[in-house]
Structure formats: C-alpha cells, structure tokens
C-alpha cells in the first residue's frame, strides 16, 4: 500500500512537503514517482526518483516543477518525499504517488494540494 499524506491549502509561493509512506513491498526494488491530476485534466509525471542507494542520474522532474520541487526518497524508512517550493496556482491538483518494478504499477491514494489566496 502507498499512503500519501501532506497536502493542504497554500498561498502562492508557498511550500508543502508530501509524504508516501509505503508497507507491503520491498521499497528498494521499486522506481517511485509523483503524479498529479488537476481539474479537467490528464494525470501528468510531476517527478520520479530510481530505486537503490545510489540515485545519482536516477531523478527526473516535469518541466513545470524543475527549480521548485525536490522528490527524495528514505529507504530504511521506506517513504518517497516530494518537497514543493514557490508553489504557484497551476500546481493545484491531486497528488498520488506510485511505485513500479517490471510490470508492476501500484498506486496510492491522492492527497490534495490547492494553492489559492
């Protein structure tokens, strides 16, 4: 299962941090990714980290979140982390994370991110 947590109502230019805590599977086998879906639109690729230790060259970002959100992941903790700097209207979405491996797809429940004044 994947557990998302930490969204919330920010004004812009603020900053949340999301949490999806994972339990059942191996987590250090798995690619992690975020995933947002806002109102009348397709599920869009926010940011993906790859498994193992060593992630150098393993992460990558949409265009419209690269220089403000940081995805991370703990492995011992077994979380995946997405921190959101200079949050701005158009980042309000749902946002879910997922796990893959192979053809593996599994996929968590969103937490809302709703950026207004």
């Known amino acids: 299962q994947l557990q998302a947590s930490g969204g919330g109502l920010v004004q812009p230019g603020g900053s949340l941090r999301l949490s999806c805590e994972t339990s059942?599977?191996?987590?250090?086998?798995?690619?992690m990714d975020w995933y947002r879906q806002a109102p009348g639109k397709q599920r869009e690729l926010v940011a993906s980290?790859?498994?193992?230790?060593?992630?150098?060259?393993?992460?990558k970002y949409g265009d419209s979140v690269k220089g403000r959100f940081t995805i991370s992941r703990d492995n011992a903790g077994n979380t995946l982390y997405l921190q959101m700097n200079k949050l701005e209207p158009e980042d309000t979405a749902v946002y879910y994370c997922?796990?893959?491996?192979?053809?593996?797809?599994?996929w968590g429940q969103g937490t809302l991110v709703t950026v207004s004044s």
């Open positions: 997922h796990a893959r491996w192979g053809t593996v797809d599994v």
């Open positions: 059942g599977i191996i987590f250090t086998k798995y690619d």
């Open positions: 980290v790859g498994k193992g230790i060593r992630i150098e060259g393993r992460i």
